[in-house]
């Protein structure tokens, strides 16, 4: 979202014109900014979310995932400093002055410290505090409702009885 509303507010935007009657024009500065930027951000979070559970490995030992992370890094690098030419042209992307796409590059290097940092000191203590949330809503949802507690196949059970009676 920052790289959408980041584009608007340079002196050099302008608004794409946008004709209901025309093919949609999908190459446009928000388009290019948010593609540039996501282009990032996916291959970051694979390597900030291989680390946990169940791989447990750091990501460097895998050989094959190194690679691929490296190529689309490579290639991620080439589209956002490449303005012109034949990426650009199949991807579709606008052409920037020269420090915005350093100022992506400054964004996507922030967003890639902030990732690793959430995920090696925050995200176990924002996984407590969810799951100790979950426990308290579970208690506090116990008997409101329900005749016989979470044994609902128990009340089941004694209502196809009581209807075997009549």
């Known amino acids: 979202m920052w790289a959408f509303y980041y584009v608007r507010a340079q002196p050099w935007y302008t608004p794409p014109v946008i004709d209901p009657d025309a093919e949609l ?3 446009n500065p928000e388009n290019s900014a948010v593609f540039l930027v ?7 979070g694979c390597l900030v979310y291989t680390t946990g ?8 030992t895998n050989v094959w995932l190194m690679a691929s992370v490296t190529l689309l890094l490579g290639f991620s690098l080439y589209a956002l400093f490449t303005p012109e030419g034949f990426v650009a042209d199949i991807l579709g992307l606008v052409k920037f002055p020269r420090s915005f796409h350093v100022a992506l590059f400054v964004a996507v290097v922030i967003n890639t410290l902030l990732s690793f940092a959430f995920e090696s000191f925050l995200a176990k203590y924002v996984v407590k505090s969810v799951k100790g949330l979950q426990r ?9 409702g329900r005749k016989h507690g979470n044994k609902t196949y128990k009340a089941v059970e004694r209502s196809m009885q009581h209807d075997g009676d009549a």
């Open 136 to 144: 308290v809503m579970r208690r506090s949802r116990r008997g409101k």
């Open 25 to 27: 024009n999908s190459s």
């Open 53 to 60: 559970y169940p791989y447990r490995k750091n990501p460097i």
């Open 38 to 44: 996501s282009s990032f951000q996916y291959t970051i």
